[in-house]
């Protein structure tokens, strides 16, 4: 059930999300404009310019607007199937090249330098928040990843729909996909955590769990788990000794619902399990 692409639901508490999600849409929108305007900007500076490379300019950017709007009314509509991602975590070749602007030049830019070399510089791609149990950026190779992984089988759980897997093997791979600053559907969620928790239990393996860059999306879907796992009672302190560990972290105000209404399942289950147990005594 939880293994591979699962679809986006609803939330119980749509405001706070409703209203972030059409913020980063407008913010897509603008930076799609910036795209088809760029060219202007570029003949203007460079008046020499051959056709042959005018025209390549402006089939490029006119492609990674498309791309970048696209990413918008995903966003917006919260549609992260729209990516073409696979269970495996791979993109058919002809989502890949449709895509190709935005993944492989517009995220991987931000990521690399503005978020890893400007914005946290001293923050690792991956942070071990608990023995065995790590928190993480998008690891594009196997040089991010903590030495202890390098070369060795773990479960690796990925909440992104915009980044393909390049670490781990597809039978230790579970993609919950959503797009930034929003989550999974809470049965989705809920499942996922308790799947993840079982499978950390019976194979002993490390976990590492990860988004674009580690600090909203796979966070809370780690805070479940730590809980899940009984290394904390509950969700906030399990995020204060996270929030220790790696600095950057914080919960989305989109993402913060999900978490209570999943604590408040969990508390609901174990008070109906303790009243059975007490009548069948």
Known sequence: VCSGTCQIGEHTNKKPETTERMFR??????????????????????PDLEEPVKEMIEYLCVWTACTTFFVGAGTFFRQPLITGKKIDGSFPTLYAIFWAPYIFFQLQLYIHIWFRRVLYRSVPVATEIHDGIYLSGWP????VLPAELRGKEFLLVDMTCELPRMVG???????FPCWDGTGPAPEVFNLGVEEITKK???TGKPLLIHCGFGRGRSLTFLLA????????????EAFEHVKAKRSIVHIPRALRPLLIQ????RKAGKAKLESETKKQK
């Not at 849409?25 to 460079?46: D, M, Q, R």
């Not at 093997?169 to 993609?175: D, F, S, V």
């Open 200 to 202: 950390k239990k019976e």
């Open 262 to 265: 999943w604590s408040d399942k």
């Open 169 to 175: 093997t597809p039978e230790n791979y579970y993609n």
């Open 225 to 236: 788990v730590l809980v899940n796992l009984g290394l904390h009672d509950t969700w906030e």
């Open 25 to 46: 849409a407008i913010a897509f929108v603008f930076v799609g404009f910036f795209w088809c305007l760029l060219p202007v900007g570029v003949f203007w500076y460079l």
């Open 140 to 143: 594009q190779n196997e040089d």
